[in-house]
């Protein structure tokens, strides 16, 4: 039976899925196989497409299909606005609060010592040249109220300080160690208008 | 942030995969995105790859990659022997349980009149048409031990007892309501050993 060495490779490859098992990934892979064949073709366009076209904003550092994403490059955005948040989800659930209507950088991540993730790795030079222009008067730290999340927006504190700007953390409305993409949105809207100086 | 057509696809694509909701999709779209692109390149590689090279063995029905596969075209199997199961997985795991060394039929499904499921689904006209070559001796029925697994053993073993061949069923060794995927190879091997007729 390991002759069906087209069929392995594909239970390989589906565990590079996050949060799939040697069991799930057979389970997809007959699932595909016996069933949805035009399902898996129209991943693997889906996949193609999205590595080949998605790149990250220049400016905010959020994925984008265009080199300056849309808000970005938006001309109904407060320019003096910027919240700061871990990863795309973030930002997604933020502005579907509805209450915010700023600027964001994405840090692609959170500060992890531990797991060798310094400022480095989470663009922090490019969030200093984006301060340093001049034209921001208030940095939202949206990052998660995890213990990671908390360090990160302390760390990013003291440098928006340091340039005499001032910094917010959105308020508690979002459960200790809660995850801002899994929390609802009047929660988030409530965050967001509660924010204080960090 | 809705022009990211192309995240979104994305997303929508990987809904298919069995047992993904929208929030699953979700992380695996950013992680692939954010953290392996190239597990991403991969996985279209190898879906475009099985789709295209994986076809149905013409004898057993089972998942091959070629016209023939590696069971049905090897000559140190028992030839008299038959094993029909629902699925290439219940191969698999009643093949690597090492007491059984006869030829397969895959029905890929089993019984499901609800469903719309009849016997040409399961393909029951193929199966009759390899029973009457007249080289089959015994058909072990190795179909789920569910309700329906049952059902369509029993449907089988009907046209195999009307051609005179010796029918039995798998025993009880496999837990009531179990499915043969799940069951550790030692049960599948007492299973097999204490066989029945059907
Ligand atoms: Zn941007
Ligand atoms: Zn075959």
């Keep these: 039976m390991n002759d ?7 239970k ?5 899925l996050p949060g799939v098992g040697p069991k799930s990934a057979s389970r997809m892979a007959y699932h595909l196989l ?3 064949r035009e399902g898996a073709r129209t ?6 497409d999205a590595v080949e076209r998605i790149v990250h904003c220049k400016r ?12 970005c490059s938006s001309n109904r955005r407060d320019k003096s606005l910027l919240c700061v948040v871990e990863s795309p989800s973030d930002l997604v659930s933020l502005d579907q609060s509805g209450v915010y209507n700023g600027m ?3 840090l692609m991540g959170r500060l992890s010592p531990l797991d060798g993730i310094g ?14 222009e001049g034209s921001i008067k208030e940095v939202v730290l949206a990052t998660n109220l995890t213990v990671e999340g908390e360090a990160t927006a302390h760390y990013i504190s003291d440098l928006v300080r340091a340039r005499h700007i001032k910094a917010t953390r959105i308020a508690y409305g979002v459960p200790i160690g809660g995850e ?7 929660t988030l809207a409530r965050a967001l208008a509660g924010r204080r100086e960090a």
């Design 4 to 10: 069906i060495t087209v069929l392995e490779a594909l």
């Design 12 to 16: 390989q490859a589906l565990r590079r």
């Design 34 to 36: 016996e069933r949805d």
């Design 43 to 48: 991943i693997a366009r889906a996949l193609t």
């Design 60 to 71: 905010c550092n959020n994925l984008s299909e265009t080199e300056l994403c849309p808000i």
């Design 104 to 106: 964001y950088f994405v």
């Design 119 to 132: 400022p480095d790795e989470i663009g922090i030079p490019r969030l200093e040249a984006l301060l340093d």
């Design 180 to 186: 801002l993409e899994y929390t609802d949105r009047n």
